[in-house]
């Protein structure tokens, strides 16, 4: 018996699909007026989904030992500092990026038609990030992603 190799859109189609639903947010918010309420609703709802999508592929990636939204990672036995951050790999990447999110909020307007996205963004990530570290140690009755 033969397996049969799923297909690239199988295997991807949720990243596939978010991403797809980002690009449109992001098309409609480049030709909306940003003061508008279709154009503010855009740039919000764009900002989500970049959140939906990089949960969706920095799980698939990297690992948060102890919390239930990130896969475990397998000890691979390397020095101690290597081995936090194969460990951390997740929370590491959302805060260096983070802090590139930061850094590009830090130098543009925050009442220019993408700082209010930027802006959005950061927030994003601090809740992102928070959502991987309070999963560590914290629960939630009938949640299937909590610790039971």
Do not use: C
């Not at 590009?104 to 959502?131: A, H």
């Amino acid at each position: 018996m033969t397996r049969r190799k799923r297909s690239f859109w199988k295997e991807h189609s949720l990243s596939l699909a978010a991403a797809g639903v980002l690009t449109l947010w992001f098309l409609l918010y480049v030709l909306a007026d940003p003061k508008s309420h279709a154009g503010s609703f855009y740039g919000n709802a764009m900002a989500d989904w970049t959140g939906v999508l990089i949960t969706i592929l920095a799980t698939k990636w990297f690992f948060e030992k102890g919390s239930r939204e990130s896969r475990q990672p397998v000890r691979a036995h390397f020095g101690p500092i290597h081995e936090f951050f194969h460990e951390h790999s997740l929370t590491v990447f959302l805060l260096l990026t983070g802090l590139g999110w930061i850094g590009l909020f830090s130098r543009v307007d925050p009442e220019s038609k993408w700082g209010t996205v930027v802006s959005n963004i950061v927030s994003e990530w601090s809740q992102q990030i928070g959502l991987v570290l309070l999963t560590k140690k914290l629960i939630e009755r009938g949640s299937k992603e909590s610790r039971r």
